[in-house]
């Protein structure tokens, strides 16, 4: 199994600040024929189930603000919040699609300070 | 608009077999690239994928519970189910299915199920 794992497990940010998830594979996630990196970015809040927010590592869904960026490629990606909101407070996962066993990261708790 | 539903029994003992259904609206789990997925959560814990299903009957397992996995679809009613044998009060949390193509995967989920296993 491919193990993702996120830095930090939680994290607590300033409304309007940056806020940065890192996200490291232990192997590459670049599907070099196609140039496309097979992560994704979910937000889950409390009692809700998670939403992409994320695919192909930079790749934002249909919908989501245009804060939310993602980066990075092979094995080590970026999830970043470029101006908090209040309702951003939720937990991140990053999730790989590279291989048909799927994985998803430990995630990250993302509160406000 | 694409729909999921997940439905099933809220309480199972130990040992007994798990059913869950989950049923699905706005799209056809015969077009090309599609699939359905199971994840689960454990209470205040990470998501843990569990099984695919893909439209060319193409069927994938988390390896740690592969032996207990099987999953399935009814294209015609709209249904995938996962059943999951010899439950354990550690297999406790909500199961979810969600909508899954090769390029944006699980892009639409459904609201999920608690499951609770105890005696």
């Known amino acids: 199994d491919i193990v993702l794992t996120q830095s930090p497990d939680s994290l607590a940010v300033s409304l309007g600040e940056r806020a940065t998830i890192n996200c490291k594979s232990s192997?590459?996630?670049?599907?070099?024929?196609?140039?496309?990196?097979?992560l994704a970015w979910f937000q889950q809040k409390p009692g809700q189930p998670p939403k992409l927010l994320i695919y192909w590592a930079s790749t934002r869904e249909s919908g989501v603000p245009d804060r939310f960026s993602g980066s990075g490629s092979g094995t080590d990606f970026t999830l970043t919040i470029s101006s908090l909101q209040a309702e951003d407070v939720a937990v991140y996962y990053c999730?790989?699609?590279?291989?048909?066993?799927?994985?998803f990261g430990q995630g990250t708790k993302l509160e406000i300070k | 608009q694409i729909t999921l539903k997940e439905s099933g029994p809220t309480l199972v003992k130990p040992t007994q077999t798990l059913t869950l259904t989950c049923t699905f609206s706005?799209?056809?789990?015969?077009?090309?690239?599609?699939?359905v997925g199971w994840i689960r959560q454990p209470p205040g814990k990470a998501l843990e994928w569990l099984a695919l299903v893909y439209w060319d009957d193409a069927e994938h397992y988390s390896p740690s519970l592969k032996s207990r996995l099987t999953i399935t679809k009814d294209t015609s009613k709209k249904e995938v189910v996962l059943t999951m044998t010899n439950m354990d009060p550690v297999d406790t949390g909500t199961y979810y299915c969600a909508h899954d193509t090769l390029r944006r995967s699980f892009d639409i989920w459904g609201q999920g199920t608690m499951v609770t296993v105890s005696s």
């Open positions: 999730h790989q699609y590279y291989t048909l066993s799927r994985t």
């Open positions: 192997q590459s996630l670049l599907y070099s024929s196609k140039n496309k990196n097979y």
């Open positions: 706005g799209f056809s789990l015969s077009t090309s690239g599609v699939g």
